[in-house]
């Protein structure tokens, strides 16, 4: 799988956008970019996944580049329920493989600021 | 419906104590994966389980570790000897089917051993 480069931290004041960004220059042509979320002491939530185009559901947006070397999660307004770590992770699209295992780095610590 | 559960939500060991982790995964998910997340660090897979077979266990470490999910009841993670390196918190995840099917992640279990 493509390795991610996000940064450690990022502040956020409340009711504005978080825009968390991702970096996957390495990402191949059939890997998905997936978005998770880990509030302190909880297990991680899925957010949003994407291919090539743009998505949005109920929580967030997942705006990826042309060329698919990064991508950005926006939350449009944040609130304080928000601060959490997020983490961008690329996944193949290979049903022979072992696309299971979804792999975890360090993520962003987003804190979201009354 | 409810979500993937775990129990214990918190459990102490002294070492050379067995810990047993159990997972009961979400309604109508047939596929279990267990996560360790040490302190300060992301998730790492150990391992991917169907109905009465252990499909992946390439994260598992070799000794004292060891996992089920059985015809009728929770998957169990099981750690023999435990020794103070094992203290994390340990997720589990379910989903419908292998791939890139969604993974629905419990409130995990932290185990400390002193």
């Known amino acids: 799988d493509a390795k991610t480069t996000q940064p450690p931290s990022m502040d956020c004041a409340e009711g504005r956008a978080a825009n968390l960004p991702c970096n996957h220059s390495t990402i191949s042509g059939n890997e998905y970019v997936y978005w998770y979320r880990q509030i302190h002491s909880q297990g991680p939530q899925y957010i949003i996944h994407?291919?090539?185009n743009n998505e949005t559901n109920e929580m967030a947006s997942l705006i990826i580049t042309e060329d698919r070397k990064s991508s950005t999660l926006i939350l449009p307004h944040a609130t304080l329920r928000d601060t959490a770590v997020y983490y961008c992770i690329v996944r193949v699209q290979n049903s022979g493989g072992s696309n299971y295992k979804l792999t975890f780095g360090k993520g962003t610590l987003l804190t979201v600021n009354p | 419906n409810a979500g993937v559960m775990q129990n214990p939500r918190h459990l102490v060991r002294r070492r050379g104590q067995e810990a047993r982790l159990r997972c009961s995964p979400m309604?109508?998910?047939?596929?279990v994966y267990w996560y360790r997340q040490l302190p300060e660090e992301g998730l790492k897979f150990m391992v991917y389980l169907q109905k009465e077979n252990i499909i992946d266990e390439s994260g598992m470490p070799k000794e004292r570790f060891s996992a089920e999910f059985p015809k009728e009841g929770p998957s169990i993670l099981r750690i023999q000897q435990v020794v103070r390196g094992d203290s994390a918190a340990y997720f589990c995840a379910s989903s419908t089917g292998t791939g890139l099917t969604e993974q629905y992640f419990g409130p995990g279990t932290r185990l400390t051993v002193t």
């Open positions: 309604k109508g998910h047939s596929h």
């Open positions: 994407g291919l090539k």
